[in-house]
């Protein structure tokens, strides 16, 4: 039962452009969201989060923005540089359990 | 070490032989996960520990999966009498509580 969906395993963008992942869940009980990058044999990084009180946060180039009526948060990276590339996933967790659900990730390829 | 360790980072094994895996948290962290992640595949939660208490452990697959995190630090993730589908990167995270999770570069375990 996959409770986060990414249902674009790939993308490709032109370097410069903006590049939109999108996540859907399912369990309406999530109230904290989590993106994290991962390169090829390395483990998932930290990018950004958002807590549900909130509908965008923003850091640099990173934005998410979160859609609670319609269970979907998206991550938007602008402008796209050729370092961006690789696999995200997000991530979803009721605040007060501490299990974290992931997403099976979109590999991102950003084009020079 | 600043980051989470976790060794080996490869383990090759023949089928029905026990393994154990191995993570050291970011000192401090009192919440520990191990998740599994098949290839192209988004990481599955296995177990998480607050401090040594284990406080969910409905994602490992079967009674051969076991972990311990006794002094609530370290922690050991056992698979006994091992199965080819056992095959997988393992991968370890630490956080504070309900914070962001910080991963260990994995072991990949390969069961022959």
């Known amino acids: 039962d996959q409770q986060v969906k990414q249902n674009s395993p790939s993308l490709s963008v032109q370097e410069g452009r903006i590049s939109i992942l999108n996540c859907d869940y399912t369990n309406s009980m999530f109230d904290y969201f989590l993106w994290y990058k991962k390169y090829p044999a390395e483990g998932p990084t930290f990018l950004i989060s958002?807590?549900?009180?909130?509908d965008k946060n923003e850091d640099g180039r990173f934005t998410v923005f979160l859609n609670k009526s319609a269970k979907h948060l998206s991550l938007h990276i602008v402008p796209s540089q050729p370092g961006d590339s690789a696999v995200y996933f997000c991530a979803a967790s009721v605040n007060t359990g501490n299990q974290f659900y992931f997403g099976t990730g979109t590999s991102l390829t950003v084009i020079p | 070490g600043a980051g989470v360790s976790q060794s080996p980072r490869y383990k090759v094994t023949k089928r029905g032989q026990d393994v154990a895996l191995r993570c050291d948290p970011i000192s401090g962290h009192v919440s520990l996960y191990w998740y599994r992640q098949a290839l192209g595949q988004g990481p599955e939660f296995l177990t998480y520990?607050?401090?040594?208490?284990?406080?969910?452990k409905s994602g490992l697959p079967n009674d051969r999966f076991s972990a311990e995190r006794p002094e609530g630090s370290i922690s050991t993730l056992t698979i006994q009498r091992t199965e080819q589908r056992d095959s997988a990167m393992y991968r370890c995270?630490?956080?504070?509580?309900?914070?962001?999770?910080?991963f260990g570069s994995g072991t990949q375990l390969s069961v022959l």
């Open positions: 958002i807590s549900s009180i909130k």
């Open positions: 520990f607050n401090y040594e208490a284990q406080q969910d």
């Open positions: 995270a630490s956080s504070r509580p309900n914070e962001k999770l910080f």
